[in-house]
């Protein structure tokens, strides 16, 4: 009989670990014993597979002990001892394979009014700062007009900044420079999105969810009354995706049917009416194949064929239809119009205060609206009409891998496939990142030398990006 011993289990093999020296050891014969010293917060059922059968498998950080002919003593793991498998027959093998442990961290910049930067401080960053707490496992970020939400990947939300009407839902109107942890148990979240003074969320059971001011009706609980915790969004729909706007609501539905809630002035929830809602009512035009959504002042969002659509103020030629307001004809709609270029390959679009972004499938990323801080990248910049567009034009570089794109309060930002984050428009506060303050027509690069950004957002102000690596 061969017996193998001083095995070190990793910590918590029931849960993902990173620690462990068990890599694919085997005893080959009959009646061998396998001694395995377990860590001291080990605990729980060891997953055995016996005689070939039963679980034959496993997942990274989960120990998995088998043997391909007879019986195998099967045990229960206590916590600091050792413990002794044996087989009666075939071979007795021990398998770990240590999880992937991602390094994610968001960053922010720009101003930090009400502590919206999330780095513990009110002073203004021109280049990205970590938001504190020590957190390396967020999953999403989102931002409002001065506050900021995270998810992390245990499924808890957290938010930072400004806390006026309850929109951090900490249970309080206080702002915070460091994040807290959205209140109400929950470890499921999936998505959140911050709008003006409001923020929203979407669990994993389909469920959305929604505190803040609601002056409007924005949260969609059928109240105008504000609340500094979460509240369920009412229809009892399930929810595949959401956006906050200022003072208003969207979300798509598992059907592909979009509705909207909230402040309806100019026509910015897309019923064909003005009149504030706050409950969710559909988007009219019939569609059932949204699959995208994005609001500021303006409404954006994509269908499943891949034509772009959108609707509420369109005075500086935002909605991207060919047209500008004028005083007495605003351009507003309040159903959706398409944005124009004939484009059948959009895949995100954004909008901002008054300009909006789209991306095609192709890594193309496009600009219309107003150009006043050169926001629409087109390398051009200039008041009133003269540099502005009613349809879509390319963002200046070249580029064909654009991945992601976000807009702020007159800025643009995306994200390239090679990790890096650019951006353009306002330079005010160093929102731009690029360690200056000084408006730019085209992309900059955001500074640091990071080529693992996977997500930005734009706020008031501010500017905030999510990295993501591995170790």
């Avoid at 780095?119 to 957190?135: C, E, I, L, M």
């Amino acid at each position: 009989m061969t017996t193998l011993t001083s095995i070190i289990a990793p910590t918590n093999i029931l849960t993902p670990s990173s620690s462990a020296t068990v890599t694919n050891k085997t005893i080959s014969g009959a009646n061998n014993t396998l001694t395995v010293c377990l860590a001291n917060d080990v605990s729980g059922a060891l997953p055995v597979a016996n005689g070939g059968f039963g679980q034959s498998s496993y997942t990274d950080g989960q120990l998995l002990i088998g043997n391909t002919a007879g019986s195998l003593t099967k045990t229960t793991l206590t916590a600091g001892t050792n413990i002794a498998i044996t087989n009666s027959g075939g071979s007795i093998s021990i398998a770990y394979d240590p999880p992937i442990v991602y390094n994610n961290i968001i960053y922010s910049w720009g101003r930090a009014q009400n502590g919206v930067l999330g780095d513990n401080t009110t002073t203004q960053k021109a280049s990205p700062v970590s938001v504190v707490g020590g957190f390396t496992n967020w999953c999403q970020v989102a931002s409002g007009q001065y506050h900021s939400l995270g998810v992390k990947q245990d499924g808890t939300a957290w938010a930072w900044g400004a806390g006026s009407g309850g929109r951090l839902g900490d249970n309080t109107t206080v702002d915070k420079s460091s994040p807290v942890s959205v209140l109400g148990g929950f470890t499921d979240w999936c998505q959140v999105a911050g709008g003006d003074r409001h923020s929203l969320g979407v669990k994993q059971d389909g469920t959305a969810w929604a505190w803040g001011s609601s002056s409007d009706g924005e949260l969609g609980d059928n109240t105008t009354v504000s609340k500094s915790s979460p509240v369920s969004v009412v229809g009892g729909f399930c929810w595949c995706q959401i956006a906050a706007g200022n003072k208003t609501s969207f979300g798509i539905r598992s059907n592909g049917v979009l509705y909207a809630w909230g402040y309806n002035n100019s026509g910015r929830l897309g019923d064909n009416t003005t009149g504030n809602k706050s409950s969710p009512v559909s988007v009219v035009g019939g569609f059932t194949d949204w699959c995208f959504v994005q609001s500021c002042n303006t409404t954006l969002a994509v269908r499943t064929n891949g034509t772009a659509w959108a609707w509420g103020i369109g005075y500086q030629g935002q909605l991207g239809n060919g047209q500008f307001g004028s005083y007495g004809s605003p351009n507003n709609r309040s159903s959706p119009v398409s944005v124009v270029g004939g484009f059948t390959d959009w895949c995100q679009v954004s909008g901002g205060d008054r300009h909006s972004l789209g991306l095609r499938t192709n890594g193309v990323l496009y600009a219309w609206g107003t150009n006043i801080t050169g926001q629409l990248g087109n390398n051009c910049s200039g008041s009133g009409y003269g540099t502005s567009k009613n349809s879509p034009v390319v963002v200046v570089g070249g580029f064909t891998d654009w991945c992601q794109v976000a807009t702020g309060y007159n800025t643009g930002l995306g994200v390239r496939t090679n990790g890096s984050a650019w951006s353009w428009g306002s330079g005010s506060y160093g929102r731009l990142g690029n360690n200056g303050y000084t408006n730019k027509s085209s992309p900059v690069s955001v500074v640091g030398g990071f080529t693992d950004w996977c997500q930005v957002a734009g706020g008031r102000s501010h500017s905030v990006g999510l990295t993501s690596s591995t170790v």
